[in-house]
C-alpha cells in the first residue's frame, strides 16, 4: 500500500506539472500574437507580453519547477523589465496596457539591471522583496541550462550576500572557498545548507570527514534520512566500503531505491555472487532513470545529460556485472574497457559529469581485483585511476586527482607488479606542478630522468617513457628559468627529439617533443633579435668599433708601462666583448634553425599544429636573404602537405617578384610552393594570383569619357603608383607563373580570367546617372558579365570551399550564370548587387565593388578565420559555441572585387530608426514621445562646440534606448531567445 501511495504522489505531482505547463503555453502563445490598438495606438512586442494581468516572476518560478528554463529566464527579465519602467516612471506602468512604449530602463541602460532593483529597495523607493528571490531562481536557472557566463551578470551586485558567493564559488568549482562559506551558514536551519557543506567536503575530497559528519548529521536530523543515506551510499561505493549497515540493501524489491544506493546495492550483489539480484537491482535504477527522462523537459539539453551520465554508469555496471558470470575474465575485460572509453568522450567536456562515471568505473575494477587477482585487472585498474588523475588535472580538481593517484600508489605497495609504475609517476610529478608546486615537481621529474637512463637497458618501457619525460622538463626548465638556455635545448629537448626521431616515430607525443623545441628555440631566438635591437647593444657595439684605433693610437704614442698595462686590460676585455657578441651571433643563427627545422616537422608529421605555419612564414620572411634558412625551407616545405600553405597564400603571393641575386633562391622557393599548392587546390590560389595579375586592369577597363575631371586625377594618380617598378614586376612574374600552370589548369585559368575580366569591367562601369533610381537596371549589352554562363571549371567565387585534402574537387559548385538585372545599394563609389546563379540551382547575391581595395577586406577575414581556429580548440570557447561569422570577400584587382551579399541581415540604423519608407523604427515604436534620430542629429550638429556636452546629454535624457527590444520582438520563442543573444 505504501508503493501505491508513493506511486499514486509520483502521478499526482506528474498531473499537477502538466497543468502548469498548459497555463505556460497559454501564455506563451499570447506573447506571439499582436494586441489590438488601444485608443488608436499601435501595439508593441513588448505590450504583447501583457494580455493577462499577470506577475512574470511567478510564472518564472512555475516554469522553473516544470524544469521549463529558458521560458523561466524570459520570464524573469519581463519582470525585472517591468519593475525598472515602474521605477524610471514612478510606478506608472500604463504603458504596458496603453501602448505608451514604456520599455526604456534609464538614461544609461547598460546599468545593471538587478542593482538598479536593488539600489530602489535600500533606499526604500522600492519596497517589493523579489528582486532577491528572482536573482536566486536565475543563479539556480543558469545552473541547470549549464550556461557558464550567465550567473556571473545575476549575481554581481549581491556578492557580499554569502548565500550568494557559495553560488558562484560553486560554480567556478572552488570547493574549499565553497565549504568555509557553507561552514559560516551551517547554525541556518536550512536542509540545503546542510546538504552543500556535504558536497562540498565530497568535492573537496574530504571523504572521511564526510563520513564522519554524515553520522552526526542523521543523528541530528533524523527528518533528513532519505538525503543522508543517499550521500552515505555514494560514499561507501566511493571508498569500497561494502559494511554498511543498511536495512534491505541488495533488495531488489525496493523500488524508491536513490541512484546510489542502486549502485552500491548492485556492487555489493555482484561482489558476493548474486547475480539475479545484481540484474534486478540494474534494471529497476535504469527503469527510474527512464520514467525521470520521460519527465523532463526537452527545452534544455543540459539537464538530460545528468540523466546520460548516470544511464552510461549503469550500463557499464551492467557490462561489469557480465563479465563476472563468464569465465574468462581476463580476455574480456579489454573489450569491455575500449567500449567504456569509446562512451566516454561524450561527456569529455563536463568534468562533473564524467568524474562520476570514473569513480564508479575505478570502484568496480577494485571490487573485481578482490574477487579476480589476476595482472590485466590491475593493469585496468591502474590506467582508470591514471585517466581520472589526468581528467581531474586538466579541469583543475587536485583532490581528485590527489586521491587517485593515493590510490595507485596503495595498490603498487599492495602488489609485486610495477605495471604502469612510470606513467603514474608522470601524472604525480603533473599535478605538483599544476599545483604551483614546482620545485617538488621539478625534482620528482630529475630523478625520473636519472632512473630511467639507467634502466633503459633492461625495460622497454623505461625507454619509451624517457623522450616524453625529457620534452617535459625540458618544458618546466625553460618556464622556470632554472639551466642556461644551451642546456635546455642540448640536455633535455633535443634528446626527446633525437629519441623519437631513432624510432622514426611520428605520434602525438612526437609532435609535442618537436613544437616544444621549435617553441622553446623561437623564443630564445626573439629575445636575441630584442636584444640586438636594443639601445644598449647598439651603444655597446659603437663603443666596440671606437676603441680598437684609439687604443692603437694611445700605443703608438706612450711608453709608460702602467699606461701599456691598463692597455693590454681593455684590449682583454675588449675582446671578451667582441667575443660575446660573435657567440650571440651564432646563438641566434642556431636558434632561427632550430626554430624552423622543428617547426616544418611538426606541419610534416600532423595536424595539431597546422598554425605554425603563420610563425614559419615570418620566420623565413625576416631571413629571406640568408641562403642557409632558404636552403632549410626548399628541402623541408617539399615534404610538407601543400593545402597547409593555403591560409598564408596572400602573404606568400604578395612577396612574388623578379629574381634578384641576393634572392634568387628565396624567389625560386616560394614559386615553387606557391605553385605546386595552385595545382593542387587551384579554386584557393588561383584567384590571388589573378588578383595580382590584372592588378592594373581597372585603367584599361574604365571608360575616360565618362568620368569627371577629379575621378580622372585620382584615377591617374593610381596609375602612376600602381605602375612602380616593384608592382611591374609583380605583374610580370604572375604572368609568368600563369604561363607556366596552363600546362595543367589551361581550361580553368582561362575560365578563370573571363570571370575576372567580366567582374573588374562591370567594378568600373559607371552608374553615376542611375544612383538615384530605386529599381533593378538591366546590364548594357556591351558588358561581359551578362554573356557569361556555364563556366564549368569555375567555382563559385563567394562560396566558402572547403579544402580536399585528396585534392580531386569533384562536387564543386561552379558558376552557371547571372541574373540580367542589378541592383545600386547606396555608398560612395556605388556598388552594385548582381545575382550568381551556381550549378546546384541557389541564386546567390553578391555585391561588386570599384575603385576601392579590398585586399587589406580579404586579409581580415583571414586573420576572423584563425581566430575562430583558435576557439574551435579552446575547451572553454568550444563550450559556448564562440565564432566569428565571416563573409566571403574576394580582390580582383587593386581597386576592385566582389563579397558575398550577407543574407537575412538587417543594418542597425534601419531597426532603430527606419529606413524612412516602408520600415518604421524601433525607437518610433517603443519610444513615440522621444525626440526624433533627425532632430537630435541636427541639435547637436547646430551646438557650439562649448555646449556639445550639455547638448549631448539633452540628447540622451529625450532620445532613450530601444535596442534592448530587438531580441524579444523578433525570437518570441524564449529557447530560440536565449540562444540568439548568446
Not at 466 to 489: A, F, K, T
Request: charged share 25%.
Amino acid at each position: 500500500s505504501g508503493d501505491s501511495s508513493e506511486g499514486g504522489h509520483s502521478s499526482a505531482a506528474r498531473t499537477c506539472k502538466n497543468a502548469v505547463r498548459t497555463v505556460l503555453n497559454v501564455v506563451q502563445y499570447l506573447r506571439t500574437q499582436s494586441r489590438p490598438k488601444v485608443k488608436g495606438v499601435t501595439m508593441t512586442a513588448w505590450d504583447n507580453n501583457f494580455w493577462l494581468d499577470l506577475d512574470y516572476r511567478y510564472l518564472a518560478k512555475a516554469a522553473q519547477n516544470c524544469s521549463i528554463y529558458f521560458t523561466a529566464v524570459i520570464c524573469a527579465e519581463i519582470w525585472c523589465q517591468d519593475q525598472m519602467n515602474s521605477i524610471v516612471n514612478d510606478g506608472d506602468t500604463s504603458g504596458k496596457s496603453e501602448g505608451q512604449g514604456c520599455v526604456s530602463t534609464t538614461a544609461d541602460h547598460s546599468q545593471d539591471m538587478f542593482q538598479l532593483i536593488s539600489t530602489q529597495v535600500c533606499s526604500g523607493q522600492q519596497t517589493d522583496r523579489g528582486t532577491t528571490d528572482v536573482t536566486r531562481l536565475l543563479q539556480e536557472t543558469y545552473r541547470c541550462i549549464g550556461e557558464p557566463d550567465s550567473i556571473y551578470g545575476c549575481a554581481s551586485g549581491q556578492l557580499s550576500n554569502n548565500m550568494s558567493r557559495i553560488c558562484m564559488y560553486e560554480h567556478e568549482t572552488q570547493w574549499g572557498k565553497a565549504l568555509m562559506s557553507y561552514d559560516l551558514e551551517i547554525k541556518t536551519p536550512l536542509v540545503s545548507t546542510q546538504l552543500g557543506l556535504v558536497r562540498s567536503l565530497q568535492n573537496c575530497g574530504l571523504l572521511h570527514v564526510e563520513e564522519v559528519y554524515l553520522r552526526g548529521l542523521l543523528s541530528q536530523n533524523p527528518d533528513l534520512q532519505t538525503e543522508v543515506k543517499e550521500f552515505q551510499y555514494e560514499l561507501a561505493w566511493r571508498t569500497t566500503q561494502w559494511d554498511i549497515n543498511s536495512q534491505d540493501s541488495g533488495s531488489d524489491e525496493d523500488s524508491a531505491s536513490g541512484f546510489h544506493q542502486s549502485l552500491f546495492s548492485a556492487l555489493s550483489s555482484v561482489r558476493v555472487g548474486e547475480h539475479s539480484s545484481a540484474r534486478a537491482i540494474i534494471s529497476g535504477a535504469m527503469l527510474n532513470i527512464m520514467t525521470d527522462l520521460t519527465n523532463s523537459s526537452l527545452e534544455s539539453s543540459y539537464s538530460i545529460y545528468q540523466h546520460l551520465s548516470k544511464l552510461m554508469s549503469l550500463t557499464e555496471l551492467s557490462q561489469l556485472h557480465k563479465l563476472t558470470e563468464g569465465q574468462t575474465i581476463s580476455a574480456d575485460l579489454l573489450n569491455v574497457v575500449e567500449r567504456w572509453d569509446s562512451q566516454l568522450s561524450l561527456i569529455q567536456n563536463d568534468f562533473q559529469l564524467v568524474e562520476g562515471v570514473l569513480s564508479l568505473r575505478c570502484s568496480m575494477l577494485r571490487m573485481l581485483l578482490s574477487v579476480c587477482e589476476h595482472p590485466s585487472v590491475y593493469k585496468t585498474l591502474v590506467q582508470s585511476y591514471e585517466k581520472q588523475a589526468e581528467i581531474s588535472i586538466e579541469a583543475g580538481n587536485h583532490q581528485v586527482a590527489e586521491r587517485a593517484l593515493f590510490n595507485i600508489k596503495a595498490l603498487d605497495n599492495q602488489t609485486d607488479s610495477s605495471l604502469g609504475s612510470w606513467s603514474w609517476k608522470i601524472k604525480e610529478a603533473m599535478l605538483f606542478w599544476a599545483r604551483d608546486e614546482k620545485d617538488t615537481a621539478r625534482s620528482l621529474m630529475k630523478k625520473m630522468i636519472s632512473t630511467l637512463k639507467n634502466r633503459q637497458a633492461v625495460d622497454v618501457e623505461a625507454v619509451c617513457i624517457l623522450p616524453r619525460v625529457l620534452c617535459m622538463y625540458g618544458n618546466w626548465q625553460s618556464e622556470s628559468h632554472s639551466e642556461s638556455p644551451r642546456d635546455i635545448m642540448e640536455n633535455y629537448l633535443e634528446q626527446s627529439v633525437n629519441i623519437y626521431a631513432g624510432f622514426d616515430d611520428a605520434s602525438v607525443e612526437a609532435l609535442d617533443a618537436h613544437h616544444s623545441l621549435g617553441k622553446f628555440a623561437d623564443a630564445q631566438y626573439r629575445d636575441i633579435v630584442t636584444y640586438m635591437k636594443s639601445s644598449e647593444f647598439e651603444t655597446k657595439q659603437k663603443l666596440l668599433n671606437e676603441w680598437r684605433p684609439e687604443l692603437t693610437e694611445l700605443k703608438k704614442k706612450t711608453d709608460d708601462k702602467n699606461i701599456k698595462r691598463y692597455m693590454t686590460i681593455v684590449e682583454k676585455q675588449h675582446k671578451i666583448d667582441k667575443d660575446e657578441l660573435k657567440t650571440m651571433e651564432m646563438e641566434k643563427q642556431m636558434f632561427l634553425e632550430r626554430a624552423i627545422v622543428s617547426y616544418i616537422r611538426c606541419l610534416q608529421y600532423g595536424d595539431k599544429y597546422d598554425l605554425r605555419i603563420f610563425r614559419l612564414c615570418s620566420l623565413w620572411f625576416d631571413c629571406d636573404c640568408d641562403p642557409e634558412i632558404n636552403s632549410i625551407i626548399q628541402e623541408g616545405t617539399g615534404k610538407i602537405e601543400s593545402r597547409k600553405f593555403l591560409p598564408v597564400v596572400y602573404q606568400l603571393a604578395a612577396r612574388i617578384t623578379v629574381k634578384t641575386n641576393s634572392r634568387e633562391k628565396f624567389q625560386t622557393c616560394l614559386t615553387e610552393i606557391i605553385e605546386r599548392a595552385c595545382n593542387d587546390h587551384p579554386h584557393h590560389v588561383l584567384p590571388v594570383i589573378l588578383a595580382l595579375f590584372n592588378a592594373n586592369k581597372d585603367d584599361e577597363m574604365s571608360s575616360s569619357s565618362t568620368t569627371s575631371s577629379r575621378r580622372k586625377s585620382r584615377l591617374s594618380t593610381g596609375h602612376n603608383q600602381s605602375t612602380a617598378s616593384a608592382d611591374m614586376d609583380r605583374i610580370r612574374e604572375a604572368a609568368a607563373m600563369l604561363n607556366r600552370l596552363k600546362v595543367k589548369l589551361a581550361e580553368l585559368i582561362s575560365s578563370m580570367e573571363k570571370l575576372c575580366d567580366a567582374y573588374i569591367q562591370f567594378a568600373n562601369f559607371d552608374v553615376s546617372t542611375l544612383k538615384k533610381q530605386s529599381t533593378a537596371a538591366s546590364f548594357p549589352s556591351h558588358l561581359l558579365i551578362g554573356k557569361l554562363k556555364n563556366l564549368h571549371c569555375v567555382s563559385m567565387p563567394t562560396i566558402e570551399l572547403e579544402v580536399d585534402q585528396t585534392c580531386e574537387y569533384n562536387s564543386v559548385v561552379h558558376v552557371a550564370g547571372f541574373d540580367d538585372v542589378f541592383r545600386l545599394v547606396g555608398g560612395i563609389n556605388l556598388p552594385k548587387m548582381v545575382t550568381c546563379l551556381g550549378s546546384d540551382g541557389v541564386k546567390r547575391r553578391q555585391l561588386v565593388k570599384g575603385r576601392d581595395d579590398l585586399r587589406q577586406d580579404a586579409v581580415m577575414q583571414q586573420v576572423f578565420g584563425l581566430v575562430n581556429n583558435l576557439l574551435e580548440k579552446d575547451v572553454e570557447a568550444k563550450k559556448r559555441h564562440l565564432k566569428i561569422h565571416r563573409y566571403r570577400v574576394v580582390p580582383m584587382s587593386k581597386r576592385s572585387g566582389i563579397l558575398e551579399w550577407c543574407e537575412s541581415t538587417q543594418p542597425l540604423g534601419e531597426y532603430l530608426v527606419g529606413n524612412g519608407k516602408s520600415i518604421e523604427g524601433a525607437h518610433k515604436r517603443y519610444r513615440p514621445k522621444d525626440w526624433s534620430s533627425s532632430a537630435c542629429r541636427n541639435k547637436l550638429q547646430d551646438a557650439a562646440s562649448a555646449d556639445k556636452t550639455r547638448v549631448y546629454q539633452q540628447i540622451s535624457d529625450h532620445f532613450k534606448p530601444v535596442f534592448h527590444m530587438f531580441f524579444m520582438e523578433r525570437y518570441p520563442d524564449p529557447a530560440v531567445w536565449f540562444e540568439r543573444r548568446l
